[in-house]
């Protein structure tokens, strides 16, 4: 029995147990949390495709190293200085897209907010009667709209790709803008705070690999511009009427007044908060829209 004891004791002797300190398991939550969210964004965007070339590439040099092709190998080591530069350029717009979307979290702004109410009112609530008005009147005539609605991330660059209007927002405005063979119904409008800033603004389209091939230029063009910002965008389909909602990558269709309207109340007095959005996120089906 003493002999089975001491060979316990001296196994376990042997065993390293290394000290683990909270610096440690800090360092192990911050990698799991960017390693999450990497390979998240990988997979939402063609750098997942991209990826998959890579790695089929590096299985191709370990075979030629386990059985000794040194051609083969010659060419990766003369081609891998190069193959490094191409990643950097064909993963650009997805890179690009990453560190827009790091930039517009406001990490910082959020650590020092005091909670304080006291907070530059987005829009009125006459602004947002405005809206729903015009939105669900234009949605009735099947008239398409598109209307981004900038908070804290500034659509200057895309407003300059429209026709300046300035003008204090209105639903009778809004309705004539969008009308059918008038100057200003192609393209976006931009509202910021009360007014309407430009009118026939470009936005950029999505490249979300996941949105439905049935969605036309309209969905795809505000999914877009709220994947680069924090916008919020209203659509009105041309073919159905159907009211929708894009926000931080996400289109939330099938509205009606009510649900429009509480959307709306989120960002009336502060910034947009997602997760408190996504509670109201109204009919997803999938149907064809212009």
Same mark, same amino acid.
């Given at each position: 029995?003493?002999?089975? =004891?001491?060979?316990?004791? *001296?196994?376990?002797?042997?065993?390293?147990?290394?000290?683990?300190?909270?610096?440690?398991?800090?360092?192990?939550?911050?990698?799991?949390?960017?390693?999450?969210?990497?390979?998240? %964004?990988?997979?939402?965007? &063609?750098? %997942?495709?991209?990826?998959?070339?890579?790695?089929? =590439?590096?299985?191709? %040099?370990?075979?030629?190293?386990?059985?000794?092709?040194?051609?083969?190998?010659?060419?990766? &080591?003369?081609?891998?200085?190069?193959?490094?530069?191409?990643?950097?350029?064909?993963?650009?717009? $997805?890179?690009?897209?990453?560190?827009?979307?790091?930039?517009?979290?406001?990490?910082?702004?959020? @650590?020092? /907010?005091?909670?304080?109410?006291?907070? +530059?009112?987005?829009?009125?609530? +006459?602004?947002?009667?405005?809206?729903? +008005?015009?939105?669900?009147?234009?949605? +009735?005539?099947?008239?398409?709209?598109?209307?981004?609605? $900038?908070?804290?991330?500034?659509?200057?660059?895309?407003?300059?790709?429209?026709?300046?209007? /300035?003008?204090?927002?209105?639903?009778?405005?809004?309705?004539?803008?969008?009308?059918? *063979?008038?100057?200003?119904?192609?393209?976006?409008?931009? =509202?910021? *705070?009360?007014?309407?800033?430009?009118?026939?603004?470009?936005?950029?389209?999505?490249?979300?690999?996941?949105?439905?091939?049935?969605?036309?230029?309209?969905? &795809?063009?505000?999914?877009?511009?709220?994947?680069?910002?924090?916008?919020?965008?209203?659509?009105?389909?041309?073919?159905?009427?159907?009211?929708?909602?894009?926000?931080?990558?996400?289109?939330?269709?099938?509205?009606?007044?009510?649900?429009?309207?509480?959307?709306?109340?989120?960002?009336?007095?502060?910034? @947009? /908060?997602?997760?408190?959005?996504?509670?109201?996120?109204?009919? &997803?089906?999938?149907?064809?829209?212009?």
């Amino acid at each position: 029995m003493e002999n089975i =004891l001491s060979a316990f004791e *001296n196994f376990y002797k042997n065993i390293y147990f290394p000290q683990i300190h909270i610096t440690d398991v800090l360092e192990m939550l911050i990698i799991s949390f960017l390693l999450y969210h990497i390979i998240c %964004w990988f997979k939402k965007s &063609r750098a %997942w495709t991209l990826f998959k070339g890579i790695a089929v =590439l590096a299985l191709c %040099w370990l075979f030629a190293a386990i059985f000794e092709l040194n051609t083969i190998l010659w060419i990766f &080591r003369n081609t891998i200085s190069v193959g490094i530069i191409a990643i950097i350029i064909i993963f650009q717009p $997805e890179l690009r897209k990453a560190l827009e979307q790091l930039g517009k979290q406001n990490f910082l702004s959020s @650590l020092f /907010d005091s909670g304080s109410s006291e907070r +530059k009112e987005q829009f009125s609530a +006459k602004t947002t009667n405005e809206l729903v +008005k015009a939105t669900f009147e234009m949605a +009735k005539n099947k008239v398409g709209a598109l209307i981004v609605i $900038e908070q804290n991330v500034p659509l200057g660059d895309y407003e300059r790709t429209g026709i300046p209007v /300035d003008a204090v927002v209105s639903s009778q405005l809004l309705v004539n803008i969008f009308e059918h *063979n008038t100057p200003l119904h192609d393209g976006a409008v931009i =509202l910021r *705070n009360n007014r309407i800033t430009a009118a026939t603004c470009y936005l950029p389209l999505s490249d979300n690999m996941e949105i439905n091939k049935e969605l036309g230029t309209r969905h &795809r063009a505000a999914i877009g511009i709220s994947e680069v910002s924090d916008s919020m965008t209203i659509i009105v389909s041309e073919e159905t009427g159907d009211v929708s909602v894009a926000v931080a990558g996400e289109l939330y269709r099938g509205l009606d007044v009510d649900n429009l309207k509480k959307k709306l109340s989120y960002i009336q007095n502060k910034a @947009l /908060d997602v997760k408190r959005f996504r509670l109201w996120k109204g009919n &997803r089906n999938e149907r064809k829209t212009s």
